[in-house]
């Protein structure tokens, strides 16, 4: 008589449950932490961006040669690929005065499988900072 008293129980017992629900949920609460490095991969690359135009419109303040310009936003955005960024130096005249501004596009990869069929396959980040010529023409 104990052993089907023992068996009944074992039979009532949730131990398993928690296993069961942990199984359950854990594929959602994977994904969301996926999303969220994504996301906070983006936005670090925004910041870099971001400063890294403000540094090349300060050295387009300073000189006239975008080779100079460009190499500053290069150097600002380390971390970053090189590859996947376009800079782009807007400053017709070059006189003092005038402004200078600089734009970065970086395309950021989606390093999550399964989000290219989602969303596209890169995302776009763009920065841009416009400051005035202080000095006309050096180099």
């Known amino acids: 008589m104990k052993l089907a008293l023992i068996d009944i129980k074992r039979l009532t017992s949730s131990r398993g449950q928690s296993t069961v629900e942990f199984a359950l949920v854990f594929p959602f609460l994977l994904i969301i932490f996926l999303l969220f490095a994504q996301a906070v991969m983006v936005l670090r690359a925004q910041i870099i961006v971001t400063g890294a135009a403000r540094e090349a419109a300060r050295k387009g303040v ?19 690929d090189p590859n996947r960024m376009k800079v782009e130096v807007i400053c017709p005249h070059r006189k003092r005065g005038e402004p200078v501004t600089v734009r970065i596009n ?13 969303f ?3 995302v776009n980040v763009r920065g841009e900072s416009t400051m005035r010529v202080e000095n006309e023409g050096k180099v």
């Open 62 to 80: 300073e000189t006239a040669s975008d080779v100079l310009i460009k190499g500053a936003a290069y150097k600002a955005s380390n971390g970053l």
């Open 106 to 118: 970086y395309r950021v990869p989606l390093y999550i499988p399964g989000l290219q069929h989602l």
């Open 120 to 122: 596209p396959s890169e």
